[in-house]
C-alpha cells in the first residue's frame, strides 16, 4: 500500500505563531515516531507512539512541542509559539512495532520560522 | 552523554570501487544497529540491520559489521555505482526502548 504521507510538504510561518504537522502511517503500523532534522544534523529524536500505551516524549525540546495519536493512526505535531530555532525538517517514520524493526519515514515537512 | 559519529566529510570514490563508511559511539550499548539511505528532500530508508551478537550482515552489495568493543560499525559497498551517491546514516537501539539515536550521516559520491 501507500507510505508514509506527511502534509504540508513545507510550511512558512512567523516567529510566534502556531503550526501543526500532519503524518499519515502506514496502515496496520502500530509504531510511530517524529524526529526533526536540523541543516547538516542527523535526527533527532521527539517522540514515539505504540499502540495505547503512553507515548515516550523524553525528546521533546520544549513544552512547546506536543503531539496526539488519534485512533492509533493519524498523528499530529504542534509548534506553538514558534521560534526561529525550530526551522528544520520534521520526518514521521512509521513500523510494526517490534523491537528490531524497520522505521518507515515519510518525506518530511520543511518548517521555516521568520 | 550518547553519542554517534559518522565522518561529517564526504566520501569521493570512483565507479567500481568499494566504499567503507564508519560509525562510531560512546556511552551507549546498543542492542541493534542500522544504516539508513538519505537522499536530497527525501526521509530515510532501511538499508541493514546487525545485532550486537552479530559480527557481520551482508546484502546483495552492501555488508555491515559491529564491533561492540571497539563500538564501531563499518558499511561497505562493494563495486559502487553513481546511484548509490546519497547521505548514509548510521542509527543505534537499546534493549531498553524504542528511542533510536542517528548519527548526522556521511555523504557519499560515486564519480562514473
Known amino acids: 500500500g501507500a507510505g508514509v504521507s506527511q502534509s504540508p510538504s513545507n510550511k512558512v510561518t512567523e516567529k510566534g505563531k502556531d503550526v501543526e504537522l500532519r503524518c499519515d502511517p502506514i496502515?496496520?503500523?502500530?509504531?510511530l515516531y517524529w524526529y526533526r532534522q536540523s541543516l547538516g544534523q542527523g535526527l533527532e529524536f521527539l517522540i514515539y507512539f505504540q499502540g495505547n500505551s503512553a507515548p515516550d516524549k523524553s525528546g521533546l525540546p520544549s513544552d512547546r512541542f506536543s503531539a496526539e495519536r488519534t485512533g492509533g493512526s493519524v498523528s499530529t505535531l504542534t509548534i506553538q509559539r514558534t521560534q526561529q530555532e525550530d526551522s528544520a525538517v520534521y520526518l514521521c517514520?512509521?513500523?510494526?512495532?517490534?523491537?528490531?524493526?524497520?522505521?518507515?519515514f515519510g518525506p518530511g515537512t520543511r518548517l521555516t520560522v521568520l | 552523554s550518547q553519542k554517534i559519529e559518522q565522518n561529517s566529510e564526504a566520501l569521493n570514490i570512483q565507479e567500481g570501487k568499494t566504499a567503507t563508511l564508519t560509525c562510531n559511539y560512546t556511552?551507549?550499548?546498543?542492542?541493534?544497529l542500522q544504516w539508513y539511505r538519505q537522499d536530497p528532500g527525501r526521509g530515510p530508508v532501511f538499508l541493514l540491520l546487525?545485532?550486537?551478537?552479530?559480527k557481520e550482515k551482508r546484502k546483495e552489495r552492501l555488508k555491515v559489521t559491529f564491533d561492540t568493543t571497539l563500538k564501531q560499525s563499518l558499511f561497505h559497498i562493494t563495486a559502487s555505482q553513481p546511484a548509490d551517491s546519497a547521505t548514509y546514516l548510521c542509527a543505534l537501539r537499546n534493549t531498553g526502548g524504542f528511542k533510536t539515536i542517528f548519527g548526522a550521516g556521511t555523504r557519499l559520491f560515486v564519480k562514473a
Open positions: 556511552n551507549y550499548s546498543p542492542a541493534y
Open positions: 496502515s496496520g503500523h502500530t509504531a
Open positions: 517514520a512509521s513500523s510494526m512495532g517490534g523491537i528490531a524493526d524497520t522505521q518507515y
Open positions: 546487525i545485532r550486537e551478537n552479530e
